[in-house]
């Protein structure tokens, strides 16, 4: 499911949230359907895979260097299954390994572990892409407090 | 030491800026007396005009090149093949070049000026080409430096001849000669030395920088991007601030003149980055890399620091990537804890009280979803967000087309926008409403499956799509 619509921009405030919502609500809406086991935990971990993905989809993001990276993490963690203790990880190294490079601050590196795929980058489009990955993941994070006030009231 | 007075014709022809102490002055001294006592150039004896022709020949290498620019120099050009009668005329030329007071040739000077005295007279319409130094012969500048004051002192004239051009003249191969004039520096002492001045530099600080960044770039020979860019940029200048530049140059390279703060304009968009170095700084080709890296990388903290609330206080990059950092893992940590509550709440997800949970507006939208007997064939379920009303709730998403909430209407124009996310809601809807269905509303589960079973189709289609 790689479909990148963009919904006609009549919305004024953010299509990209819309997208991402879309996204991501009918991804809830397809855990709460296959739900008969619902382990807390395994719950749990699809809401978040959810979120993720929903992030990773939205209109703004699909041409970013993370929303990539993320896919592919999702992937692995999806293909993990839970209770599996030994997973074989395969790091794909795209681009030339980091040195730490004398021009970046110390903590680049714990930027580089945070932000999906910012081991690959330069420390200039690093700070490009944890922009706009914070972004997304502030939209999302208010999404779901949105879902969730909704829900429980 | 400057012939301002022409005292004695032949005296300021010997007084013409001479440094190296030539044995053939004597001769020359001798052979002009002669000439200007006897009219008669035919006195001159063989080794005297040879010695002169020496003379002449570099000189009237400078004469042909500046022969477009006044008449001495073409007669220099006579001079030089005729060898006896063009020194007469040459003598008021030399009279004319003394009278010429803004002159203070130097040593360094004379150096320029043998280098000028290496280029042919084709080179002047081709001044605008680079010169290559580089092929400039040692040999030939030895050879012009015994010529000594003679071709100083034309190559003054010369060069003022340039200035002149270059402050008369608008066409743009008028900005060549600066470029020129302003490489011949390089290859020699990087101070030009000229230290007449034909116009004022009027506070052109971004010339003389363009300049000295075209210095720079040359000396290095560097080929990268800002370079170029710039040694572009200094060859299409206008013409008439570039005959400030010339003489500007010299008091930006010698400090003589401090030109104030720097500015930077902006540049002409062009096929690649333009990068003009500061004053005080490198030119080389690296550091203008990473100074344009450096910017940059600023101009990215700052978009960071306007999305990562509560950096405004902070100052510095290392404390600001660690609030980033600090923000980015609450973020992550948010979503946890949320997707942890959503879990919770999830069984509890009640599709069918959906309506009841959004706004009143949106419920009439929702009526058709709920009513089973609404043609849901057409295009899936509706999901009849008709948002006439577009808030920032993330629900109100579907809230796109623009038309009355009318569940007939709605719906169509939705999908034929959104086709493809449609038929994603609409499989979206009802597998929750099957879903709904199946756990709360037992007594409307016989009129569902009824029109579900056109969906399966589409359910499926669908369900594939959603796979995340």
Sequence with gaps: ?153 | MNCGEPSELPHCFLNLNWDQSIDQNSQLDSALTSIVSSNAPNLLSQSEISSQSHYVGTSGTIGTSNGSLTSPPSELNLSMGGGRSGLMPMLPNLVSMNHLDQFQPDHGFTERAARLSCFDGRNYPGFGTQFDLASIKDKRLEAALLGGGQVTQLLDKAQLGISNAVNGREDSSVSDPVSGSGQIGLAGPSDNGVRKRKAPAKGKGKETQKITEDKGSDTKRCKSVESNGTQEEAIKPKPEPNGSVSTGTAENSNGAKSKGKDTKLPEPPKDYIHVRARRGEATDSHSLAERVRREKISQRMKLLQDLVPGCNKVVGKAVMLDEIINYVQSLQRQVEFLSMKLATVNPQLDFNNLPSLLPKDMQQACAPLLNPSFPLDTSGSALPFSGSQQQGNPLHFVSSSPSPVDPHNTIHPFFNAVPDATSQLGAFWHDDLQNVVQMDMRPNHEEIPVSSQSFSGAMQQAHMKMEL
């Excluded at chain 1, 963009?6 to 919502?21: E, G, K, V």
């Excluded at chain 1, 809830?28 to 993905?53: D, E, F, N, W």
């Excluded at chain 1, 993490?73 to 190294?93: A, D, I, Y």
């Excluded at chain 1, 110390?106 to 910012?118: D, H, K």
Aim: hydrophobic share 35%.
């Design chain 1, 1 to 153: 499911m790689n479909r990148k619509n963009p919904l006609p921009n009549s919305n004024p405030n953010s299509p990209n949230s819309s997208m991402q919502a879309l996204h991501f609500l009918q991804a809830l809406a397809r855990i709460a359907r296959a739900a008969p086991k619902p382990a807390h935990s395994a719950r749990t971990r699809q809401i978040r895979h959810a979120a993720y993905a929903s992030m990773a989809h939205s209109s703004r993001s699909s041409r970013r260097t993370w929303s990539r990276a993320l896919l592919h993490r999702l992937r692995q963690w999806q293909q993990q299954r839970p209770g599996r203790l030994l997973t074989v990880r395969r790091r794909v190294r795209i681009v030339t390994p980091i040195t730490s490079r004398p021009e970046e601050p110390a903590r680049a590196e714990t930027l580089r572990q945070l932000v999906p795929g910012g081991r690959g980058m330069e420390y200039c489009n690093l700070l490009e892409e944890t922009a706009d990955y914070v972004q997304c993941l502030r939209a999302q994070v208010q999404l779901m407090q949105t879902l969730l006030d909704a829900f429980s009231s």
